[in-house]
């Protein structure tokens, strides 16, 4: 995939420009942008692959290394779908000119709005086990599971099926996703419709809820990190409609983007992995000493 100023590229920038549109080529910029955050998923992968290793010790088993071994990769996707879809590349297959599949099945369907479902469904456990002394699973759990899954999944073959001169269609020449305007009101819309259901549950949490692990916390931290990178995507989608075209809004879009989703997931998670890296015998010791004294 070439990131340099062919022919082709200044064609591009050429048509836009003749259609109102100023652009800025894809270039070294969006290359730099999608290697960083590339290497920092790919460093992430050996902590991912730790936490699975250790998913027996206490403080890992309570947050779930397989909820959050999922929630790494809806951020690999999330990552794909946003980097495709404010266009740091040439689409080179059908697929990538698919600005449905990139847009509303990457980016929003498997990983933003499945990131808040699998939070959400952290959260309703912790209140579970802090406020009830019982674990979210069983029926309730997949009863949460299939429910969200489904409502996702059905929003994605409806918009499918629908024209894409009512939702989103790709633009030949220009290589660009063009939204109807009626259809990102309702991107919008379901975005915050999903992390709502979030802040929701991590409200109840906080005030009804005395964490004895920190994790309402680690809840909070990782909510307004979303709510800052959805604030400043609603903000620059409604403000600048076209920001795509222009290299440092597109590149400022991800990068608030990929830096909420990590924070959510290291808030949460990594104390739990420097715990049980650092301290992990003299940690077990004195959490099961506690256990005890709760006991007697």
Not at 140 to 157: C, D, E, R, Y
Not at 161 to 185: A, S, V, W, Y
Request: proline share 3%; glycine share 8%; aromatic share 12%.
């Amino acid at each position: 995939m070439s990131f340099e100023l062919t022919a082709k590229e200044k064609l591009r920038v050429a048509i836009a420009s003749l259609l109102g549109v100023t652009l800025d080529p894809i270039g070294h910029g969006d290359l730099t942008t999608i290697s960083i955050w590339s290497t920092l998923y790919f460093i992430q992968l050996p902590f991912v692959l730790y936490m699975l290793w250790k998913r027996n010790h206490p403080l890992i088993k309570i947050r779930g290394a397989g909820l959050f071994t999922l929630l790494y990769i809806t951020g690999v996707l999330f990552f794909v779908g946003d980097f495709t879809t404010n266009e740091m590349v040439h689409p080179t297959s059908k697929l990538l000119r698919n600005c449905v599949f990139t847009t509303v099945w990457l980016r929003s369907i498997c990983g933003q709005m499945s990131a808040y479902g699998l939070l959400t469904l952290y959260t309703i456990g912790v209140y579970f086990r802090n406020r009830r002394g019982m674990t979210f699973q069983g029926i309730a759990k997949w009863t949460f599971i299939l429910v969200i899954a489904g409502i996702n999944v059905s929003i994605g073959v409806i918009v499918s099926l629908m024209p894409e001169t009512r939702t989103i269609k790709f633009i030949g020449g220009m290589e660009i996703c063009d939204l109807n305007p009626q259809f990102k009101n309702a991107v919008i819309g379901l975005s915050w419709t999903g992390l709502a259901g979030l802040l929701i549950s991590a409200v109840v949490v906080n005030l009804m809820v005395v964490c004895k692990n920190g994790e309402a916390k680690e809840i909070s931290l990782a909510c307004l990190a979303l709510v800052a990178a959805i604030v400043f995507h609603t903000v620059v989608w409604y403000q600048r409609p076209k920001y795509p075209a222009r290299l440092a809004w597109r590149v400022a879009v991800v990068s608030v983007d990929q830096l909420a989703w990590f924070t959510a997931w290291w808030a949460v998670m990594g104390r739990s992995l420097y715990v049980c890296a650092f301290r992990g015998d003299a940690w077990v010791d004195e959490y099961n000493r506690k256990i005890d004294d709760d006991d007697k």
